[in-house]
């Protein structure tokens, strides 16, 4: 099972000190976040994808690009892309170059995004987010597994002869969540296709989360990728640790209580009553996550929300420190111990997903790199070229 954390990239002011970072601090404090989880042996760094104040990830690849370069193990992941206002065509050259940039240390999980006004900024009508959601990824997908596509929808201009460049690494595109906390359309998708099921359940109660997630898993045998219990899932959660319960909340409360994800809501004791958030010492977090697997079954990854609301740096690693020695391990074997032999004990790797190509045979072979006819050439080049492909 892996463990890890994500960020959503907010900008808040630190509410016991006042001090508020600008967009270059918050910037270079995720960095050194992703750096310290890689160091600290957890499993996935993500970072969300936002395009309004007070956010700062707008551009992941960048982002992850960078990242690749400076850790060692961890997996780099989004959280979210957005499906929908991204142009797929980009979306597919853009994670393509971070797959080959990483060496295959990465995946993503598409999204809806959680912000309306995004929609209007890209172009895009809110009222046919999921029709986007559903056509861009078929889309998306396409680019990645066919050398040259043509293509027609409904939500871009056509694509004739279209290659992606640079292909898959190995020929295998990258591993892929669907993230969605309410739209089973969503986790239909995910489970048509045989991708991984994230619930981000930092809002919602077990129950709720468990109903998306066994929904996920009925349409994924349905499908015929395997057993219900095979599927791959994911949680989001949070948490905020110290060694004494106590000291937990009283440090804690002042933050949750300007947060803008969920501060000026309901109370912090509500919250943790209702949602997954726990704040206490070590082993009330494994306790709490350890009963997980009785409501949603086995599943491969948990994330957890640990940098936002104000949180300082430091006091952000120390949580990194206490989630990797404490709580990840424990946790980490108690998963193993109770995984059936024949169920997943974490996402494909990309080693795994080019094995399992290969041996199905799926792979494509090395294939001729397809003749560019629209550079460098003239219009009558471009015409003999066109009437040697039909005639061939």
Do not use: C
Not at 82 to 111: C, K
Not at 143 to 162: A, I, N
Not at 203 to 230: I, K, L
Not at 238 to 248: I, L
């Amino acid at each position: 099972m892996q463990f890890g954390i994500f960020s959503v990239g907010d900008v808040t002011t630190d509410p016991t000190t006042g001090r508020t970072p600008d967009d270059t601090e918050r910037v270079r404090a995720m960095l050194t976040i992703a750096e310290h989880a890689d160091a600290a042996g957890l499993d996935v760094f993500a970072t969300g994808e936002h395009h309004n104040p007070p956010f700062v990830p707008s551009s992941p690849t960048t982002m992850l690009g960078y990242l690749a370069g400076r850790t060692k193990n961890i997996i780099l992941s989004t959280a979210t892309t957005l499906i929908t206002t991204n142009d797929p065509v980009r979306l597919a050259e853009e994670y393509a170059m971070l797959q080959v940039v990483a060496d295959g240390r990465m995946d993503l999980m598409m999204g809806r995004g959680n912000t309306g006004p995004v929609y209007p900024w890209f172009g895009k009508d809110i009222r046919q987010g999921l029709p986007l959601a559903i056509e861009n990824y078929a889309l998306l997908r396409r680019l990645w597994e066919e050398d040259v596509v043509d293509w027609s929808g409904k939500f871009r201009t056509p694509l004739q002869g279209f290659t992606s460049t640079p292909r898959p690494l190995d020929g295998v595109p990258p591993f892929v969540w669907h993230g969605s906390i309410r739209s089973p359309e969503i986790a239909e998708q995910a489970a048509y296709y045989g991708d991984g099921f994230l619930h981000n359940a930092i809002f919602w109660p077990m129950e709720h989360t468990a109903q998306m997630v066994n929904f996920y898993r009925q349409r994924y045998e349905h499908h015929g990728h395997g057993r219900a219990d095979q599927a791959i899932v994911g949680l989001g959660g949070q948490v905020f640790v110290r060694p004494n319960s106590q000291d937990a909340w009283n440090e804690f409360r002042p933050y949750f209580d300007v947060a803008p994800v969920y501060g000026h809501g309901p109370s912090m004791e509500d919250f943790t009553a209702q949602t997954p958030l726990t704040v206490g010492s070590p082993q009330q977090v494994i306790d709490r996550y350890g009963a997980f697997w009785e409501q949603v079954g086995h599943y491969q990854r948990q994330m957890f929300l640990i940098d936002h609301a104000g949180l300082p740096l430091k006091t952000v690693l120390e949580q990194i420190d206490i989630l990797a020695e404490q709580i990840v391990p424990v946790l980490r074997a108690e998963a193993e111990s109770r995984r059936p032999a024949d169920v997943p004990a974490a996402p494909p790797s990309h080693a795994e997903r080019v094995a399992a190509a290969r041996a199905a045979g799926t792979v494509p072979h090395a294939a001729e790199v397809a003749a560019d006819r629209w550079t460098g050439r003239t219009a009558e080049d471009d015409l003999a070229a066109a009437d040697a492909a039909t005639v061939a």
